[in-house]
C-alpha cells in the first residue's frame, strides 16, 4: 500500500484498487438516494469549507498521471 501511495497518489491508488472491485447492488439507485438532499448551496458550503481548512487531499495536484 505504501508502494502504491507514493507512485499513484492517494487517488491513483483507489483507481488502480478499484480495477479489482465488480461491485456490487445498484449504484445508480444508490447514488439517487445518497445525493437526494445535496443541492448546489450544499456543495458551495462544502467547497468553501474545505478550502478554508487547507485539506488539499481532492486537489487535482494529488492525482499523478497514470500512463
Do not use: C, P
Not at 507514493?6 to 438516494?33: A, C, H, M, P
Amino acid at each position: 500500500m505504501e508502494a502504491l501511495t507514493r507512485e499513484l497518489g492517494t487517488i491513483g491508488t483507489v483507481y488502480f484498487l478499484r480495477q479489482f472491485n465488480n461491485g456490487s447492488g445498484n449504484w445508480t439507485e444508490d447514488r439517487k438516494k445518497e445525493l437526494a438532499d445535496v443541492t448546489m448551496e450544499t456543495i458551495e458550503k462544502d467547497i468553501i469549507a474545505l478550502r478554508a481548512s487547507g485539506n488539499t487531499i481532492f486537489s487535482h495536484e494529488n492525482i499523478k498521471e497514470i500512463h
